[in-house]
T-cell receptor
Framework: AQSVSQHNHHVILSEAASLELGCNYS??????LFWYVQYPGQHLQLLLK??????LVKGIKGFEAEFIKSKFSFNLRKPSVQWSDTAEYFC????????????FGAGTQVVVTP | DTGVSQDPRHKITKRGQNVTFRCDPI?????LYWYRQTLGQGPEFLTY????????KSRLLSDRFSAERPKGSFSTLEIQRTEQGDSAMYLC?????????????FGPGTRLTVL
């Protein structure tokens, strides 16, 4: 069965620190990959997505993610976080041979301290 | 820019009552999805429409759940005889299906509390 695993449930770090959130999926075919973010009190927003091409994708607010097909991974990174990056981050996967159903990981709560 | 809207934002009901939620997708989006999210989990797929046709339902969606999208625009999700286990955030998302890409945009959700 298809699954999405996010390695950390909670991450606490200081402003200006670097952030990397792990995401692994299990699916034998080709997938589209997404990171969504949910800021406190707000709805899910798309951070970035990968469909094809360059495996290093850049999203909004300085985030980037790298797709490593051999590792079934799509890790999210930001070189220097800000207090405003405090949020919950969700990795999601959608097989390309499906009609777009997303399977989400459990999410990682990130707290950035001033 | 009008995004996905959902109504109501919060609903408190007693066990055994029926509830109905509404979702208005982004204009011209032909796909509409319902997800359910419980505390500490990511959203779980419930059902999906392409235009007015409901094309897939999750096993999570018991017979007490029904969804419609009568004119291919807004959608409703009804839960009959609510149970405490139905307490969750119900999310709606919409997308414009293209050959390769399908990016879903989410609404704010309806938080259901069943007492």
């Amino acid at each position: 069965a298809q699954s999405v695993s996010q390695h950390n449930h909670h991450v606490i770090l200081s402003e200006a620190a670097s952030l990397e959130l792990g995401c692994n999926y299990s699916y034998g075919g080709t997938v589209n990959l997404f990171w969504y973010v949910q800021y406190p009190g707000q709805h899910l927003q798309l951070l970035l997505k990968y469909f094809s091409g360059d495996p290093l994708v850049k999203g909004i607010k300085g985030f980037e993610a790298e797709f490593i097909k051999s590792k079934f991974s799509f890790n999210l990174r930001k070189p220097s976080v800000q207090w405003s990056d405090t949020a919950e981050y969700f990795c999601a996967v959608s097989p390309t041979d499906s009609w777009g159903k997303l399977q989400f990981g459990a999410g990682t709560q990130v707290v950035v301290t001033p | 820019d009008t995004g996905v809207s959902q109504d109501p934002r919060h609903k408190i009901t007693k066990r055994g009552q029926n509830v109905t939620f509404r979702c208005d997708p982004i204009s011209e989006h032909n796909r509409l999805y319902w997800y359910r999210q419980t505390l500490g989990q990511g959203p779980e797929f419930l059902t999906y429409f392409q235009n007015e046709a409901q094309l897939e339902k999750s096993r999570l969606l018991s017979d007490r759940f029904s969804a419609e999208r009568p004119k291919g625009s807004f959608s409703t999700l009804e839960i009959q005889r609510t149970e405490q286990g139905d307490s969750a955030m119900y999310l709606c998302a919409s997308s414009l299906a293209l050959a390769v890409a399908d990016t879903q945009y989410f609404g704010p959700g309806t938080r259901l509390t069943v007492l």
